[in-house]
DNA sequence: TTGACAAAATGAACAGTGTTCAGTAATTTT
DNA sequence: AAAATTACTGAACACTGTTCATTTTGTCAA
């Protein structure tokens, strides 16, 4: 009985095909433009046959999310070299910073637009979101156990880190850093990381 | 010649009559319902007209966030009684969140829709956001003043600070934080905010 | 009051969007 | 070969923002 398995594979080819449409569209377009109809097109298929494969818009947009988070996990990993806790937490801030606003795109996906959010709610689980927050608990747990942040937990330090950085990104992406000049805004961001840090780096 | 004033009173009076329009189908079916169409049906007029008073939708949300600031402007200031600078400082972050996740409509208008962004980039001048931005400048100089934040400069501590609140806000109204049980998320929002004010609580 | 001009408003048209579903085509099973 | 199942289609629905030729309304001088 082979033949449920090469239907399944051919499910999931199919599926394949849909999502690398969506991945080519996504990058040569911007994520925005990817329609539904504009993939019926490439991969010269109707548009119905999409909802056979996806159960609507979001859910492709979730897996194109899933595919950024795996780039930004790898970018990740280039800060495991450094043996200093905090130096570590520090630089795993600003290569956060770097790829937000070096692929503002594959950032708006995995953090802002509404979308994969809804799927995330929905679905009860997030694996690639999960495994880049443990990788930053495991860092911030460092830290507390060479004795910086005094008192606080690890979970709870994690989300207030992540929020510092994901804030800085997420104002530069959606332009709500007017006060500062055009061309000052970049290296502001990045300075306002900095100063946040060089205040937290305290053993209490 | 009182005519030109009186066809500019009421060209504004109808600017003010598509604002109100958009204001009450924002507030009652969200922002994102806010469509040309819909105004044109409430005020009983074409959709066609809309366009001799507002360049485009975008202009007609940027109004809308204006709106919204000023409402947020507005709850900021009850922090102004606190006389101690770092505590005004952390009440004014428990305001901002508390506004960001009892509001999520004006919050997404104020600092994450697209729309806005594109006319304060624009327009290169953001009354309502600088005169908020102003208030914690001026909160963080008092700081400053009294001796918290050694070494940093009020301008880029202030987006650091800012950057940390809005991240917070912002992922949750973005659902990014389905690591923690849906019941915990809002108190581990505030929860992180606290951590992180209780570690930056030092004069060096 | 009438004719001329300007200003204001219209609404159809353009070019899209996500999603559904009755009907057709292809494949597999009996 | 016929029946049953699966895969696919594409028209239809209900929307979206925006433009522009055409019509309506308002103003003003003759």
């Excluded at 490439?42 to 979730?62: A, C, Q, V």
């Excluded at 595919?67 to 495991?80: M, P």
């Amino acid at each position: 009985m082979g033949i449920k398995q090469r239907k399944d594979r051919e499910r999931e080819e199919k599926k394949d095909l849909i999502l690398d449409a969506a991945k080519r569209i996504s990058i040569e377009e911007g994520f925005e433009k990817v329609s539904i109809r504009k993939i019926a097109e490439e991969i010269e298929y109707s548009p119905g046959t999409i909802y056979l494969y996806f159960k609507n818009r979001d859910e492709i947009l979730f897996e194109l999310h899933n595919i950024a988070f795996q780039k930004f996990y790898k970018e990740q990993l280039k800060i495991s070299h450094i043996t200093e806790p905090f130096e570590k937490l520090r630089e795993h801030g600003r290569v956060y910073i770097k790829f937000g606003l070096d692929n503002p795109d594959l950032y708006e996906l995995m953090f802002i637009v509404q979308a994969p959010g809804n799927e995330i709610e929905s679905s009860q689980s997030w694996n690639e979101g999960m495994k880049t927050f443990d990788f930053l608990r495991s860092n911030v747990q460092e830290c507390l156990d060479a004795g910086y942040f005094k008192g606080s937990d690890a979970n709870t330090l994690s989300i207030a880190m992540w929020s510092l950085v994901h804030g800085i990104v997420s104002l530069y992406l959606r332009k709500r850093m007017a006060m500062v000049p055009k061309d000052f805004i970049k290296p502001v961001m990045f300075g306002a990381y900095e100063t946040m840090i060089d205040n937290l780096n305290q053993k209490k």
